[in-house]
């Protein structure tokens, strides 16, 4: 009986293996096909000329390759969308773990997760038949499909992801920790924000880096609100991010068009793989000091 037990769990334990590794042969075989498919492009534009030019003329009788645009309009949107985002998700954690009543919880609760729900091409669609027109009347200029709107978009669509980590983070932390925390005299709002939060901060890290990795990779609602203009970044002007950089030409792209567009997925990749390695090495420094 003990063999065959045995036996189950070795069984169970091999397949986990085999899918774990199937996860990170993708991620692999992704990773090299880009290498593979982005770096004649480079080698033919140059390195520097690529990463830093400010002109994107793919088309033209003379061509132009220069990323650096779409470089700096990712990093301020996702900057701006965490920025807006964070403070909100957060917040509205911590009410709902903690301070809001079972009925209120349950509905917006409900709520979050159907903003998780909502495929991205709808949050374009409503950004681009409502946020865009009211930016245009609000701040009076000829067209409202700017980085603004891309920022307030990408704000919104990260908010679920934020709240729901966050939530099971903050119920985790033991109940005797507020306890204590209750027993030496402190209220709630001091407990909560005090002795629950830094417990959780580990939980509440990994929702911001949910947030970060779903402002960055966003691409149809972007490109259907800030006006996929390849400007230098401006609060108030069309913009393009890489995302929507290869989405938009990617269809109908030959040459050395197409080999450029794969050397912007292999830059937004290196990216994305450089923040996420940055922000694991803190939540693992911060764990080891706690």
């Known amino acids: 009986m003990r063999s065959r037990n045995d036996f189950k769990e070795n069984f169970i334990h091999g397949i986990f293996f085999i899918l774990g590794l199937i996860t990170v042969g993708c991620v692999l075989l992704i990773t090299v096909y880009l290498v593979i498919s982005g770096i004649p492009a480079i080698r033919r534009i140059g390195l520097l000329k690529f990463l830093f030019g400010k002109t994107w003329k793919s088309t033209a009788q003379q061509p132009q390759f220069g990323i650096l645009p779409f470089i700096l309009t990712s990093v301020y949107g996702t900057a701006g969308a965490i920025l807006l985002g964070v403070p909100v998700g957060f917040f509205t954690a911590v009410y709902l773990a903690k301070m809001a009543p079972p009925a209120i919880k349950s509905i917006v609760s409900s709520a979050v997760s159907l903003l998780a729900g909502i495929p991205s091409v709808v949050y374009g669609l409503v950004g681009m038949l409502v946020l865009v027109p009211a930016i245009r009347r609000i701040f009076h200029i000829p067209d409202g499909s700017s980085l603004l709107a891309a ?140």
């Open 151 to 290: 920022v307030i978009v990408l704000a919104v669509m990260i908010l679920p992801s934020i709240v729901n980590v966050s939530i099971t983070a903050l119920e985790a932390v033991p109940k005797e920790y507020e306890d204590a925390s209750f027993a030496l005299g402190a209220t709630p709002t001091e407990t909560y924000f005090k002795v629950s939060v830094p417990a959780a901060k580990s939980g509440i890290a990994a929702a911001v880096v949910l947030g970060v990795g779903r402002a960055i990779g966003e691409a149809m609602a972007v490109m259907m609100v800030s006006g996929n203009a390849p400007n230098m970044p401006r609060l108030f002007e069309s913009v393009r991010f890489l995302t929507t950089a290869v989405a938009s030409e990617m269809s109908y792209s030959s040459g050395l068009q197409q080999q450029a567009l794969f050397s912007i997925a292999l830059v937004l990749l290196l990216f994305i793989m450089m923040i996420n390695v940055t922000l694991n090495f803190f939540l693992k420094k911060g764990t080891d000091e706690k």
